[in-house]
């Protein structure tokens, strides 16, 4: 059998895989904490708890409407993401003007209130969300045994990532963004609806958050705690990559899950703490992040 | 006879000011004092114990501007330390104990701090986040923590080997006096010279770089000073309680102090005073009442309704009131 430093090949790429799954999630998520930040300037708290709620819908809409996995994937995030319209035009709207740090406090309220609520209700416990049935099983790669959902999970996000920096990067709406991110008073001045495009931005970083939350529920379990501790690892992929570029912010979060992965092959004890070891390089030797622009 | 003539209005407002100030001390010891004999002593030294971790946090967030989302770490850091100190070492006092716990906190600040402070704002909470959930895998792992069980039975002992701990009264008394002698602590900090140049790197930081002050020198000082009394607010309450858990070190602390904080009044001297005693009050008789499962749902919809209408606190709302009315 073919080692790897010790390690036989298939558990190597095995681990290397899940890796990557949990990378995609980094970067699903980080990725929508970047689009959110540019244009309202606050880091969203609430983020685990939407992709959370975006899992649990997935789930309740199975249990007790029938919805299937394919359009509970496309139906989810459009229910969250108009729950997060809600949120800006109700809530955090009325605290734009203020210090951006506010911004953070009442979305970390936001997610106490969604967590402890589904806890009632829920219980900490996990329950299990099925495979959807044209990907169960899996295929043979001839160096490991790759389960058809893992890959398809890393097709979905890193399709979903490169549309989001297509669009941010080469369409009308995206130069619109970009431009809010520099200056929105200018854009105003333009005749461009500023407010609404905060709105709609917010709505789609939460929309993001929701559909990985979907592509989530059959692979880890579905319960109320889920989101708070994946967010904390994603603030700290969000410290190293920086939030000025998309790209950046994918890549850094691939990037973190295979280092994560790595760690569980050579040095299982170390692997729930590398990530925040690296965040420690970064800040040391690179403190403005790998692809950050200001300090 | 003394010359009075000489005082401006000025100085007379201010001596003014100070009498009211120390008047307001002196009853406020005067209530803490006799507070055992009204209230169960072991809830007062909670609320005490919270409310000097709220002051170390309001030190960094009210005053230097800086909002850490991982004082837990602290907190725990002092409690680990003095309870795995006082449990292994029969023949140490409780004032050594905690004395390092508090010592091991400031080391620990000191580490966080200087990498915290390179980057400013929004990443300045989310490193401290960061920072704090290491720390917490840490002792989920690390041999002396007893894992997710804690340490329990820590011994009170003996105040300097002579005052016996385990009588509740003996131990607020000691409690009471470490607040008192932390609180003033805090208290001169932020009237010193060095806290009204910490103030002026919170209203306009490029403005201090210019003036010529080494402002991250600055702003780590304020770090360290305050890690070292949120530990000595956990080895305080370790000794208390006699036990060190998870639950100090996990990210939910870090977000309570944020609320006791906000609560009681950001940059007020007596806010986190105010809100660590609501935030405990709350807790302890919630737990009692049947909405005991909805804690954090309560805590998160204080924290939003602050947020949004009562940005200065309890206390500040009350001093805004006071200037409107009677000047």
Not at chain 2, 55 to 67: E, I, Q, R, V
Not at chain 2, 122 to 147: D, E, K
């Amino acid at each position: 059998m073919t080692m790897i430093f010790g390690v036989p090949l298939a558990v190597f790429m095995g681990q290397l895989m899940l890796g990557l799954i949990n990378g995609a999630f980094y970067a699903l998520l980080s990725l929508g904490l970047a689009v959110i930040f540019g244009l309202l300037k606050i880091i969203n708290f609430a983020h685990g708890a939407q992709y959370m709620l975006g899992a649990f819908a997935a789930l309740l809409g199975l249990q007790y409407l029938g919805i299937n996995y394919w359009v509970a994937l496309l139906l989810v995030p459009l229910v969250v993401g108009a729950l997060g319209v809600v949120i800006e035009r109700t809530l955090l709207r009325r605290i734009a003007h203020l210090d951006h740090l506010y911004g953070l406090l009442l979305t970390y309220g936001l997610a106490l209130i969604f967590e402890g609520t589904l806890i009632n209700f829920f219980g900490v416990s996990g329950s299990s969300y099925p495979v959807p049935e044209a990907l169960q099983g899996g295929v043979n790669l001839g160096f490991m045994f790759l389960p058809l959902y893992r890959g398809w999970v890393l097709v979905a996000a890193l399709v979903v990532c490169l549309g989001t920096w297509f669009m941010i990067e080469r369409t009308r709406l995206g130069a619109y963004l970009r431009a809010g991110t520099e200056n929105p008073a200018l854009m105003q001045a333009f005749g461009v609806n500023v407010p609404q495009l905060i709105t709609l931005t917010y709505g789609f970083g939460v929309a993001l958050a929701a559909f990985a939350g979907v592509l989530a529920a059959p692979l880890y379990p579905v319960s109320p705690t889920m989101g708070s501790s994946l967010l904390i690892v994603v603030f700290a992929v969000v410290v190293i990559g920086g939030m000025g570029s998309i790209l950046g912010a994918v890549l850094t979060g691939l990037g973190m899950g295979l280092v994560e992965g790595l760690t569980k092959v050579y040095y299982p004890e170390a692997a729930n703490t590398v990530i925040f070891l690296v965040m420690i390089l970064v800040l040391m030797l690179r403190p403005a992040g790998l692809f950050g622009k200001e300090a | 006879m003394a010359p009075t003539h000489s005082l401006t209005p000025a100085m007379q407002r201010q001596r003014n000011a100070r009498l009211r100030r120390n008047t307001f001390y002196l009853a406020l010891l005067a209530i803490a004092l006799v507070a055992p004999f009204v209230a169960y002593p072991v809830f007062l030294m909670k609320v005490l114990c919270f409310a000097l971790f709220a002051c170390a946090f309001n030190l960094l967030l009210g005053y230097a501007g800086l909002l850490s989302f991982g004082h837990a770490a602290f907190l725990a850091t002092g409690g680990y330390i003095t309870g795995y100190l006082l449990a292994s070492y029969p023949g140490l006092t409780p004032e050594l104990g905690i004395l390092a716990g508090t010592l091991a906190s400031l080391g620990l600040g000191l580490a966080f701090g200087a990498l915290a402070i390179r980057r400013q704002g929004i990443y300045f909470a989310m490193v401290t986040l960061a920072l704090a959930q290491m720390v917490f895998f840490f002792y989920i792992q690390a041999p002396f923590t007893g894992g997710e069980d804690g340490l329990h039975g820590v011994p009170r002992g003996e105040l300097l080997g002579l005052i016996s701990l385990a009588d509740n009264l003996n131990m607020y008394y000691f409690v009471l006096a470490v607040f008192v002698i932390a609180f003033a602590l805090i208290q001169r900090t932020v009237h010193s010279p060095y806290g009204q140049v910490l103030k002026a790197i919170r209203e306009n930081e490029p403005r201090a770089v210019s003036l010529g002050y080494n402002v991250d020198a600055y702003k780590l000082v304020a770090f360290v000073i305050s890690a070292g009394i949120a530990g000595l607010a956990g080895a305080t309450k370790t000794v208390v309680f006699q036990l060190a858990s998870l639950t100090d070190a996990h990210w939910h602390m870090s977000g309570e102090v944020v609320l006791m904080t906000l609560l009681g009044g950001v940059g007020s001297l007596f806010g986190p005073l105010v809100g660590a005693g609501l935030v405990v009050s709350l807790q302890t008789q919630l737990a009692q009442s049947p909405l005991g499962n909805w804690v954090s749902v309560i805590l998160g919809a204080i924290f939003v309704i602050c947020v949004l209408s009562f940005r200065s606190g309890i206390v500040g709302e009350i001093q805004k009131l006071v200037k409107k009315n009677f000047k």
